[in-house]
């Protein structure tokens, strides 16, 4: 729009040279702002979450052998994961396990999931945990930033 071409390209050249430190710098901002991200991200969870999850349903309706491809390839990579995650389901239909409304590590409220802190040979041994927790827990994320993330100042 407003940049000519070698405007343009004078400032990818910037760009290119000081990527690493253009970078580092974003990822502080993001880290000290998180909160901020975090609240327009759920936000945008919160008015798009049935939509999305309607899409995906389609989705997986209009490819079903692509999906049974996906589950099937994911059970053989994980089968352990995968027993403890149906018994664990399932006696949580049944009523055998409760799962309560809010995290058991930080108390919020939302999406609890069951961590297998006790690896999956225990499967109905978890801790209940928001998702956020569930992440820091797996070691999913890098550890000081998800801990800054769910604790902040
Ligand atoms: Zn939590």
């Known amino acids: 729009m407003a940049y000519t071409e070698a405007e343009r390209l004078k400032r990818h050249e910037r760009y290119i040279r000081n990527r690493e430190k253009i970078k580092s710098q974003s990822r502080e901002y993001y880290l000290k702002n998180i909160e901020k991200y975090r609240e327009k ?13 309607v899409n995906h349903m389609s989705w997986a309706r209009s490819n079903r052998k692509r999906m049974r491809k996906i589950s099937k390839k994911y059970y053989l990579k994980n089968p352990e994961k995968c027993h403890a995650r149906r018994a664990l389901a399932s006696a949580v239909k049944r009523g055998a396990v409760v799962r309560p409304k809010t995290c058991s590590r930080c108390g919020r409220i939302g999406k609890i999931q069951g961590h297998h802190h006790r690896g999956y040979s225990f499967p109905l041994d978890v801790l209940w945990v928001c998702v956020p927790c569930h992440v820091l827990l797996d070691g999913r994320a890098n550890f000081l930033a998800a801990e800054s993330a769910l604790h902040p100042r």
């Not at 991200?41 to 999850?53: F, K, L, S, W």
């Open 41 to 53: 991200h759920n936000e945008y969870y919160q008015r798009n979450v049935e939509a999305m999850r």
